[in-house]
């Protein structure tokens, strides 16, 4: 099993040589009013680059400079209708394609304490019980994120071959496992994570004290489907 000092180093290896992460977690949106402009253009420029065509090739399309096309893509100009009907035409989709990004809602699930849905998977069969805390289909992000709280009790065994497509995150709220991971053993106690690819075969190897509770958030991709 790693020690704290070796799962340390191994954070710090792992982004060495690295930049930091591009998202800031605290950015904010641009104003209300510019949202519909910032729409525009991601959606002009990934229809675009779907087709293979450069800013210069949809240029000479539809008679726009560059410097407008330039602009538009990047949200910096409102475009008029004559604009938006132009690019319509030489990106072949509905002129009401510019505008799903500002139109589509976005989701949010709030479960009260307890009400979580209890449902059956792979590791029921040997005594895990499962309540999804939330789930949203078709969402903007192109990943489709499970969160889980998992509670093992004395009628649960171990179950140490999972694998499944994407990234899992475990966080140990009480109890103790011994978790594995490929061919690694994790000692997991309350305030204790790990974060792995799911591909590999992990599961608890060892219940050590009961009842053990532990949220587990499993993300893949939305397109893929789930073995």
């Known amino acids: 099993m790693k020690s704290k000092r070796e799962t340390a180093e191994q954070l710090e290896q792992a982004h060495s040589g690295r930049a930091p992460f591009s998202q800031d977690p605290h950015a904010v949106r641009e104003p209300k009013e510019n949202n519909l402009e910032m729409a525009i253009g991601h959606e002009v420029r990934?229809?675009?680059?779907?087709?293979?065509?450069?800013?210069?090739?949809?240029?000479?399309?539809?008679?726009?400079?560059?410097?407008?096309?330039s602009k538009i893509e990047n949200g910096n100009i409102s475009p008029s209708l004559t604009t938006l009907q132009s690019l319509s035409r030489a990106l072949g989709v509905p002129l009401t394609a510019f505008f799903r990004r500002f139109e589509e809602p976005r989701n949010a699930v709030f479960v009260k304490a307890g009400q979580g849905i209890e449902l059956e998977r792979r590791g029921t069969r040997a005594g895990h019980q499962y309540n999804l805390l939330g789930h949203i289909d078709n969402n903007t992000?192109?990943?489709?994120?499970?969160?889980?709280?998992?509670?093992?009790?004395t009628d649960s065994d171990i179950f140490?071959?999972?694998?499944?497509?994407?990234?899992?995150f475990l966080y140990m709220l009480e109890?103790?496992?011994?978790?594995?991971?490929?061919?690694?053993?994790?000692?997991?106690?309350?305030g204790d994570s790990l974060f792995f690819d799911a591909d590999a075969p992990h599961g608890p190897a060892e219940l050590v004290k009961l009842p053990s509770k532990y949220l587990s958030i499993i993300s893949y991709p939305q397109q893929s489907s789930k073995s």
Do not use: N, W
């Open 141 to 153: 992000s192109g990943v489709i994120v499970e969160p889980y709280l998992i509670t093992l009790t």
């Open 175 to 190: 109890g103790e496992v011994v978790y594995r991971h490929g061919d690694q053993l994790f000692q997991m106690q309350p």
């Open 160 to 168: 140490p071959t999972f694998q499944h497509e994407g990234m899992e």
């Open 46 to 69: 990934a229809y675009r680059k779907k087709l293979g065509i450069t800013v210069t090739d949809l240029a000479a399309a539809t008679g726009i400079s560059l410097g407008m096309l």
